[in-house]
């Protein structure tokens, strides 16, 4: 399936960033016009957010980490989120499944 009008938020940000160590949102349309959301984690990010909510007393102190639908990804690159997409929809996941829909 192709996705089309992809936005990553990373392209945002002022400051690079440590592609092993971050999560950001990524947004796409589909082919049929629907658009989606997608949150991505790096694998470290989830141990650095741990550390983190352990210090700040967050989620119970690091007892726990929630986030809707994330998708986790050693590394934060745009071929590698494309791809993960592309995997995840050619698999015959349900959108919905693994993705948040966006209201028009």
């Not at 592609?19 to 470290?44: I, K, M």
């Not at 119970?60 to 929630?66: E, I, P, T, V």
């Not at 998708?71 to 993705?99: Q, V, Y």
Request: proline share 5%; with cysteine; aromatic share 14%.
């Amino acid at each position: 399936m192709t996705i089309r009008n992809i936005w990553f938020e990373f392209d945002e940000w002022a400051e690079p960033f440590d592609e092993r160590d971050v999560n950001a949102d990524v947004h796409f349309d589909l082919p049929d016009g629907t658009r989606w959301c997608a949150s991505f984690f790096t694998y470290q990010n989830i141990l650095t957010l741990a550390a983190k909510n352990q210090q700040t007393g967050e989620c119970l102190s690091g007892q726990y980490f929630y986030a809707d639908k994330p998708i986790f990804i050693d590394r934060m690159r745009k071929d590698s989120i494309i791809a993960a997409i592309c995997d995840i929809l050619k698999e015959g996941t349900p959108p919905d499944n693994a993705f948040t829909k966006v209201s028009d």
